[in-house]
């Protein structure tokens, strides 16, 4: 068939044979004759994806990186001390709750814990108040504080500190209704890393 005016007076055979002539010598696959390695590189093998392996692992680990390292700073940070627990019977006056002191701790440190509100009745009123000291010699001051008014859906109260590089209190104070409220409590001191 005539290059030039391809499909002018061609039967159907001579159109089908100059579709699907071998272009530059290639056989088999097209897509890896054109592509070079991709259906090995696809399937996880060849010496292409062997290349890049190599490449990789000689690379020096890029920080947060490492796994083992990222892991240890993590675990850092969760790793608690012996939660500070018991049961406070409120008498009308601000009772702490937790008092913590990071002075010697090279690390910055915050409290989470659970205050347990199920003795609450219909008129009752606790007000939860968070305290910080940001100086070695300083005083505490007020930065956080919430009521509480008669009985909960909730109970279970979450308390999250602010991270401290000195000291923090948690206190909790019934400011109406009976007093002698049993209230459970639970915290635990996270440090940072």
């Known amino acids: ?8 007076g061609a039967t159907a055979s001579e159109v089908w044979a100059h579709a699907t002539r071998k272009l530059t010598g290639m056989d088999g696959q097209p897509r890896t004759d054109l592509m070079g390695e991709d259906a090995s590189f696809e399937a996880g093998t060849g010496t292409r994806k062997a290349r890049i392996d190599a490449a990789i ?9 490492n796994l083992a390292a990222v892991k240890t700073r993590v675990d850092a940070q969760l790793v608690d001390e012996t939660p500070t627990e018991g049961t406070l019977t409120t008498n009308l006056t601000e009772q702490t709750l937790v008092e913590k002191d990071f002075t010697a701790s ?30 070695p010699a300083g005083a505490y001051g007020k930065y956080a504080e919430e009521s509480y008014t008669s009985i909960q859906s909730l109970p279970m109260l979450a308390v999250v500190t602010r ?6 209190k948690v206190t909790l104070q019934q400011t109406a209704g009976i007093g002698g409220k049993a209230c459970d409590y639970q915290f635990f001191t996270k440090k940072q890393a």
């Open 1 to 8: 068939m005539p290059a030039s005016n391809p499909g002018v």
């Open 57 to 65: 692992s000689t690379r020096a680990p890029e920080a947060g990186g």
């Open 106 to 135: 090279p690390k910055v440190c915050h409290l989470e814990g659970l205050v347990d509100l199920s003795n609450m009745q219909v008129g009752d009123t606790i007000t939860i108040r968070q305290y910080m000291q940001i100086k």
């Open 163 to 168: 991270w401290a590089r000195y000291k923090i």
